[in-house]
């Protein structure tokens, strides 16, 4: 099972970034899928999961300005950031959630500058 997170990059504050996730080897459609973030010296959050009926949950602090979607038919997921705040800057990690465990991504590096 492989995830390839992409999209990030270096954006000002305010902007928007759309990271995308890429799976192969694995079927997503059962599965809740997943980004989370971690930025330097803190721990890895959830930034927003959704099931495979569509069901979205997010951080409160991306509510309203981040988006996660699914294409099962491509086996993706993608994140729809917008009102980029510098707090938000992080590495962004993919994750399939399946009864067996959790398969996730390398991880791509989001920078906001204020």
């Known amino acids: 099972v492989q995830l390839q997170a992409s999209g990030g990059g270096l954006v000002q504050a305010g902007g928007s970034l759309r990271l995308s996730c890429a799976t192969s080897?694995?079927?997503?459609?059962?599965?809740?899928m997943g980004w989370y973030r971690q930025g330097v010296g803190k721990q890895r959050e959830m930034v927003a999961e959704i099931t495979n009926g569509g069901t979205t949950t997010y951080a409160d602090s991306v509510k309203g300005r981040f988006t996660i979607s699914r294409d099962s038919a491509k086996n993706s997921v993608s994140l729809q950031m917008n009102s980029l705040e510098p707090e938000d800057t992080a590495a962004y990690y993919c994750?399939?959630?399946?009864?067996?465990?959790?398969?996730w991504g390398q991880g791509t590096l989001v920078t906001v500058s204020s």
């Open positions: 080897g694995i079927f997503i459609r059962p599965f809740t």
């Open positions: 994750t399939v959630r399946t009864k067996t465990g959790d398969y």
